[in-house]
């Protein structure tokens, strides 16, 4: 199965780019075409491809005086060669860290979009899910848990969150909005192509469509409903429709469900029990992403916290999750109070008090991205099951907030280091992706 794959920009943020620069070190077969002709182009491994906008058309460089020309469109045929082509104008991150990426595939095919350029890889799927698997989760882990999230990448990749239909893709690279996808490595685990290739061609589904299979790294003891975490795509309406194969789950063996009906006071009672505890016999509470804390001087939260609400409060898709008091000014913090939660512990609600009224901040990734503060390095929190510590000087002002949270993620759906628990304690990844995907079944493409 052929797959459509748009990357984006090197912060992931964008698929729109100024400049594309294509290399091989054993040389590139390229078709630039326009309204007249297609011509077809052999670049030896000391040119390079660059293109960049020109109006509604494309500026192409071949360098090393390669030529120079005016195109509608340019492909880079990846099957003639037999080898992969890095992308030299944008970076991805590695274990050495930020490097240009390489790619193996059919096609690169790069087209003008609104005075940008657009990258489109055209690859086979599993080849794809080589890319996410050795992005999105290591080698070392048991293979069944590899195997567990093989599927689940595979069938995100047929059912996305976000439609990029409109981008002429089927998905996106980015973990910002669909699933890591880093390129390939040169030379890639053995154990990520055994995942692969002993689940071919296998999804998941509930009924008749490809489920929405949405993972994280850890989910601090307990999944989230995907309710709790998610908008609606199409209408960004919060909370959206129960998905009822994304149910909360617990992270241990024969563990009862907790009651759905409990206070936000009674989960936060609950959720600081099991980060104060000193046992946790949970199927990801081996991993250092378990639980964390972080710590912030009030002075330090204020100087950013302001900024950082006022500019979610005007992008379109978080604005409506932004709710500031009567007259919008912020004035000093005074405390933090999470008035709603999920059944997980995660926060749907939190209410800042400060000395000019309370702001409101709804759904999970705009509370962890409200704290962004690049004075401690701190681009979000790590999730939204968390709960405060708050400080005071000998005036009775907030001196400081120590905000504790468990997991890594929204954790809705698979979480990785909870599948390496259950495989660990023998469990196969049909085991595991029931567990955490309610009833769904697994099929194989186009049964």
Known sequence: MKLRVALTSTDLSSLEHKQVVVSSPLGLSIQVESEKRVK?????????????????????????????????????????????????????????????????????????????????????????????????????????????????????????????????????????????????????????????????????????????????????????????????????IFPPAPIPYLKAVPEKLNAPMFEPKASAHEIEKRLKDSWHGQKHATFDSWSPHYKWSVHMPAQSLEAHMHHELSMLAKEQETAPFVIPPEGGKFGHIQKFEVTERGISGVATELSIHTSHGQWQVKKELVIRSSFRNPEIKLARLKSAKIFFEHEHDHLGLLSAVTVRGLGWGHGVGLQQTGAQGMALLGKNYREILAHYFTNAQIHKIGS
Do not use: W
């Open 40 to 236: 077809t182009l052999r670049l030896n491994g000391a040119q390079q491809l660059r293109v960049t906008p020109k109006g509604d058309e494309l500026d192409v460089l071949i360098t090393g005086s390669g030529g120079h020309f005016t195109a509608s469109r340019v492909a880079v045929d990846m099957t003639k060669s037999g080898h992969s082509a890095f992308i030299n104008s944008i970076k991805r991150a590695r274990a050495k860290g930020q490097e240009h990426p390489e790619y193996r595939g059919y096609e690169l095919d790069i087209t003008p979009q609104n005075g940008h350029l657009r990258l489109v890889l055209v690859l086979d799927i599993e080849l794809y899910l080589k890319g996410v698997l050795e992005s999105e989760i290591p080698a070392s882990y048991h293979i069944e848990a590899l195997k567990a999230q093989a599927v689940a990448a595979r069938t995100y990749a047929i059912n996305p969150r976000i439609s990029h239909e409109k981008d002429n893709a089927d998905v996106c690279d980015s973990y910002l909005c669909c699933q890591y996808f880093a390129g390939h490595k040169a030379v890639g685990s053995a154990k990520h192509t055994q995942a692969i290739e002993a689940t071919s061609s296998e999804i998941l589904k509930y009924g008749t469509r490809a489920i929405l299979a949405l993972f994280s790294s850890n989910a601090g003891g307990y999944t989230s409903n995907y309710e709790d975490c998610f908008s609606d795509p199409k209408t960004n």
